[in-house]
């Protein structure tokens, strides 16, 4: 099944009258098991694409198709369910609330899943910190964490709620290179045994290498 499917999709920025294109006829399928690489330099477009496909902004023209769904057209507003169930979100600068502790950190986003028993959350919350290794860490706020440590928090927050889809933008960017190999590989490894489908952008060619299918885009344009 294709759990994201792009066509034809652009992405301007105005101000002014100035336009900014910071996405030209993005055309991308992406199949659910998927651990993909999109690649490319500073202000190619990763994030703008990785925004689109999290529904947390819209495109300027083109149809875009998040797990079945036609959301070309909606709101970010009228996507927050979408993106609360469907979708997992890690960032190059891990974004965890400073306040909250990891395990607080990674309940956070289940508050969104009213379904859920305060029980349940925290069976999730201690499953998904027991996935990252981080079971001993969980009463320790962001600041008592490396920068691996906290990355593994995020991880664990985008996978409590079971989405579909991990979007994670330049997630080893902020890491040195064996801690940022060591994030690749967890996310390897719960891609392989879960089958979450992984986007992950990246500029670092080492870390390109271990995508099992590689986009690249450059200027705003993709490329095989
Ligand atoms: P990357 O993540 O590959 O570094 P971005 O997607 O952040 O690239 O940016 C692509 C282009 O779009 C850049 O030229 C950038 O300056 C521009 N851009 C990104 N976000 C905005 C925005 N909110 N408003 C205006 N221009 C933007
Ligand atoms: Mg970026």
Excluded: W
């Excluded at 992950?200 to 690249?216: E, G, I, N, Y």
């Amino acid at each position: 099944m294709d759990v994201v499917k792009t066509e034809q999709v652009c992405k301007e920025y105005s101000f002014g009258n100035q336009r900014l294109v910071a996405l030209r006829d993005i055309t991308l399928t992406v199949q659910a098991g998927e651990f993909l690489a999109i690649a490319g330099p500073s202000g190619s477009g990763k994030s703008t694409l990785l925004n689109l496909i999290g529904c947390l902004d819209t495109p300027s023209s083109g149809t875009l198709t998040i797990n079945g769904q036609n959301v070309s057209g909606k709101t970010p507003d009228d996507l927050a369910d979408l993106r609360a169930r469907s979708i997992g979100f890690i960032f190059q600068t891990f974004n965890l609330l400073p306040v909250l502790t990891a395990a607080e950190n990674v309940e956070y986003p289940l508050l969104n899943l009213k379904e859920l028993s305060k029980a349940e959350r925290r069976e999730r919350v201690d499953r998904y910190l027991g996935v990252v290794g981080l079971s001993k860490h969980a009463h320790h706020r962001p600041n008592e964490l490396s920068g691996g440590q906290r990355q593994r928090v995020a991880i664990a927050r985008a996978l409590a709620t079971h989405p579909r889809i991990v979007l994670a933008d330049e997630p080893t960017a902020n890491l040195d290179h064996h801690t940022g190999e060591g994030i690749l590989a967890l996310m390897k490894d719960i891609n392989r045994e879960a089958r979450t489908t992984f986007i992950f952008s990246t500029h670092d060619p080492k870390v390109m290498a271990l995508a099992d299918r590689l986009v690249q885009i450059s200027d705003g344009v993709l490329s095989a």
